[in-house]
C-alpha cells in the first residue's frame, strides 16, 4: 500500500480523504496548520522532508472560500498558488521516490459558463480571486507534468456534508441554522449549483489515488452530480427537514457564479463513479447531526 503526503487533512475533504485512505490500507502523512502552525504551504522548508518517502501527495491545502478570496486576495495569491508552487517543488525535489501528485482545484475555474451541463473541456473564465488562484495553480501543475511529474487535477464542485466544515460554508450553513431555528439568509435565490456530499468525493479520489499509485496518468476531472438544486431550494429542505427556521432573501454577490451543473460523464469513464448522494439525502443527515450537537 501507499505512503500518501495529504496537505489540508483536517479540512472537510482532506478529513474524509485520510479516513478512507486508512480504511484502504494505505499510510497517510498529514500536513495540516490546523494541526501545527508549522505545516504552512507557503513556508517551503519543512515540506521536502515532511513529504520524504510518501510515493503520492494529495495536495488540498487552500484559502477554499470565495468570500475570503474576495477579502484578502494577497493571503488567496499566496497559500493557493505560491503553496502549490512549494509542495510541487517538493515533490519533484524528492530522489529515491519521486511521487504522483493529485491537485485539488474548482469547478470555480470555469466562470459563469454559456452552457450546461458543463464538460471538463469547456473554457476556462475564472470569475472572482479565488478563481483566479486555483486557474494559476492548475497551469503550475500542468507546467510540473511537463516536465515529468505524474500530475492530476481534480476539481471540487460545492461539497458538503460535516458539522466541522466551516460554518459559514452555505450547505452546512442552512442546515445548522435550520436545526437552531434560525433565519436562513439566501444571496440569489435562483443561484443554482451542483452540491457533492463529501462521502461521494472521498470514493473517488480513492479511486484516483489507486489509479496513480498503479502508474496511470489521468485527465483533468471534475467530481459533480450532474443535479441542479437552486440555493431556495436547498433552503428549502433544510427548513423541511429541521421543521424549523426562516428564509431571508438577499441580492445575489457580484463574485459568486450564478449557474453551475456539472457533466459526470468523464468520471463514470474514467473512474467507474457516480455521485450516489442525492440533495435530500445529504441535507437531512446533515440537519440530522447538526440537530444531535
Known amino acids: 500500500m501507499a505512503r500518501v503526503f495529504v496537505t489540508g487533512s483536517h479540512g472537510l475533504i482532506g478529513s ?15 500536513y495540516d496548520i490546523a494541526a501545527d502552525r508549522r505545516h504552512d504551504v507557503v513556508d517551503p522548508h519543512a515540506l521536502a522532508s515532511a513529504m520524504a518517502g510518501c510515493s503520492g501527495v494529495v495536495h488540498l491545502a487552500a484559502v ?20 502549490t508552487r512549494n509542495v510541487l517543488a517538493a515533490a519533484s525535489s524528492l530522489r529515491e521516490v519521486r511521487p504522483w501528485f493529485l491537485f485539488g482545484s ?3 475555474v470555469y466562470g459563469q459558463a ?11 473564465a475564472p470569475l472572482n480571486c479565488y478563481a483566479r488562484s486555483k486557474l494559476d495553480a492548475e497551469l ?23 458539522v466541522a466544515d466551516h460554518p459559514d460554508r452555505v ?4 442546515a445548522r441554522l435550520a436545526a437552531e431555528g434560525g433565519v436562513l439568509r439566501i444571496d440569489g435565490g435562483d443561484t443554482t449549483l451542483d452540491f457533492t456530499h463529501v462521502s461521494d468525493v472521498a470514493e473517488a479520489l480513492s479511486r484516483m489515488v489507486e489509479r496513480l499509485s498503479s502508474g496511470s496518468r489521468l485527465p483533468a476531472l471534475h467530481l459533480v452530480s450532474g443535479r441542479a438544486t437552486s440555493l431556495s431550494r436547498l ?14 432573501m438577499a441580492a445575489p454577490r457580484h463574485y459568486d ?6 457533466d459526470p460523464a468523464r468520471a463514470a469513464r474514467v473512474l467507474g463513479w457516480r455521485a450516489t448522494t442525492g440533495i435530500q439525502e445529504g441535507i437531512e443527515r446533515l440537519v440530522e447531526d447538526f440537530a444531535k450537537r
Not at 454559456?114 to 476556462?124: I, K, N, Q, T, Y
Not at 457564479?257 to 456539472?262: A, D, L, N, P, Y
Open 106 to 108: 474548482s469547478r470555480e
Open 235 to 248: 433552503a428549502d429542505l433544510a427548513v423541511r427537514c429541521a421543521s424549523g427556521g426562516t428564509i431571508r
Open 140 to 162: 503550475l501543475v500542468e507546467q510540473a507534468r511537463a516536465g515529468g511529474l505524474n500530475t492530476a487535477i481534480v476539481r471540487f464542485s460545492s461539497v458538503y456534508g460535516s
Open 171 to 174: 450547505a452546512p450553513a442552512f
Open 257 to 262: 457564479v450564478g449557474r453551475f451543473v456539472g
Open 114 to 124: 454559456r452552457h450546461l451541463p458543463v464538460s471538463e473541456s469547456a473554457g476556462l
Open 64 to 83: 477554499s472560500r470565495v468570500i475570503w478570496g474576495e477579502h484578502d486576495p494577497g493571503a488567496c495569491h499566496a497559500v493557493n498558488v505560491i503553496g
Open 16 to 30: 474524509a480523504l485520510s479516513e478512507r485512505l486508512r480504511a484502504d490500507g494505505h499510510e497517510v502523512v498529514g
